[in-house]
C-alpha cells in the first residue's frame, strides 16, 4: 500500500500498520499479543474511552449534541449511547464527527514521539473512515465469520441479536475489509492460534521495517 504521509505528513516515520475488524472479532486479543511482543500499539478505541470517560474532551460537546442525560459520573453512558445511534444513523455519524477529529489529533501527538521499526495503528472503522487506509503501509484484518461476531455478541457481551446485527451492519461489511486486506488473522482458531499468527507478522513487519530504513539510508 505503502501510502503513508497522506494523513500524517512527515511525522509517521516509522512502518505503521493499521490493524482493523468487525466488532468482536478478536482485535483486542491480537493488540494484547503484539504488546506482549513489545511492539507499540495505538488503539483508537482505548483513546475513545478516555475522551468519554470521566472528564474526557469530548463529553461538552456529546452533551450539547444529545441532551445532558447521556453524561454521568463515569462519563458517557455507553449503553444509552449505543442505543441511541444504533438504531438512527444520522445520530451515529453526529458521535463520530465529534470523536474521529479528537482520536485523529491524539493519535498524531502519539506518533510524533515514537522511533519504532514499526507501529500498530488499532483503528476498528478504518475501512469505513477511508482516510485511515491511506495513513498506513499495510493493512491487517482480524477476521471471523459474521455468525461468529454475532455469537460473540450474544453470549459474551449479552447484547440482543437484533442490536449485535445492527451494529455490524453499521460497520464495513466482511468483504469490504478483506478487499483492502494485505494481511489476514483468520480467528476462528484457539487463542495460541491468534498467537503464533502475531507472532509470524511481527517478524515479517519486522524485516519490512529494516527493509523501508535502509531504503531510507540509501
Not at 57 to 79: E, H, Q, S, Y
Not at 91 to 108: A, V
Not at 150 to 158: M, P
Request: aromatic fraction near 4%; charged fraction near 25%; glycine fraction near 8%.
Amino acid at each position: 500500500m505503502e501510502q503513508v504521509g497522506t494523513l500524517f505528513g512527515d511525522q509517521a516515520m516509522t512502518l505503521l500498520i493499521g490493524l482493523t475488524g468487525g466488532i468482536a472479532s478478536g482485535k483486542t486479543t491480537a493488540t494484547d499479543a503484539f504488546r506482549a511482543l513489545g511492539v507499540t500499539v495505538i488503539d483508537a478505541d482505548e483513546i475513545s474511552r478516555e475522551l468519554t470517560g470521566p472528564g474526557g474532551k469530548a463529553l461538552p460537546d456529546i452533551a450539547l449534541a444529545f441532551g445532558p442525560d447521556t453524561i454521568g459520573v463515569r462519563g458517557m453512558k455507553r449503553g444509552l449511547m449505543r442505543e441511541t445511534v444504533f438504531s438512527e444513523p444520522a445520530k451515529l455519524k453526529k458521535l463520530e464527527s465529534i470523536l474521529h477529529p479528537l482520536i485523529k489529533r491524539e493519535i498524531f501527538e502519539q506518533l510524533k514521539k515514537l522511533h519504532e521499526p514499526y507501529v500498530i495503528l488499532s483503528v476498528p472503522l478504518l475501512v469505513e473512515s477511508g482516510n485511515w487506509a491511506q495513513a498506513v503501509s499495510r493493512v491487517l484484518v482480524i477476521d471471523v465469520p459474521v455468525d461468529e461476531q454475532i455469537n460473540r455478541l450474544v453470549y459474551d457481551r449479552h447484547l440482543g441479536e437484533e442490536q449485535a446485527r445492527a451494529i455490524i451492519a453499521s460497520q464495513a461489511s466482511r468483504a469490504a475489509r478483506l478487499a483492502v486486506a494485505d494481511d489476514v488473522i483468520d480467528n476462528n482458531g484457539s487463542i495460541e492460534d491468534l498467537v503464533a499468527a502475531v507472532q509470524a507478522l511481527h517478524e515479517k513487519y519486522t524485516a519490512l521495517a529494516k527493509e523501508k530504513a535502509a531504503q531510507k539510508q540509501s
